[in-house]
């Protein structure tokens, strides 16, 4: 059974940073572009960034240039460095393949105060 884990997330000050973490079954990693998405509370989910299995980025507007997607194939993991963060950046980090093809992990919230 595919296994999304997210971890990492937490609480942080705006233009504080943080790092999360997707660790991902090996059957599916290294063969699938893989993205970040967020829901913010009372929003829909939203893709954020995005990798492909040769390293092409992809990056919404609202995090460009603040945020940088990477994977390690060896290790299953993607990753989400967040700096400058915001307000707004608040809510649930998950990670899934692009296009989606699996279930939801369980996400890691996080929470950026004023």
């Known amino acids: 059974q595919v296994q999304l884990v997210e971890s990492g997330g937490g609480l942080a000050q705006a233009g504080g940073s943080l790092r999360l973490s997707c660790a991902a079954s090996?059957?599916?990693?290294?063969?699938?572009?893989m993205a970040w998405f967020r829901q913010a509370p009372g929003k829909q989910r939203e893709l954020a960034a995005r990798i492909t299995g040769g390293g092409s980025t992809w990056y919404a507007d609202s995090v460009k240039g603040r945020f940088t997607i990477s994977r390690d194939n060896a290790k299953n993991t993607v990753y989400l460095q967040m700096n400058s963060l915001k307000p707004e950046d608040t809510g649930v980090y998950l990670c899934n393949t692009s296009p989606i093809r699996f279930s939801w992990g369980q996400g890691t919230q996080v929470t950026v105060s004023s």
């Open positions: 090996g059957s599916i990693f290294s063969m699938n572009a």
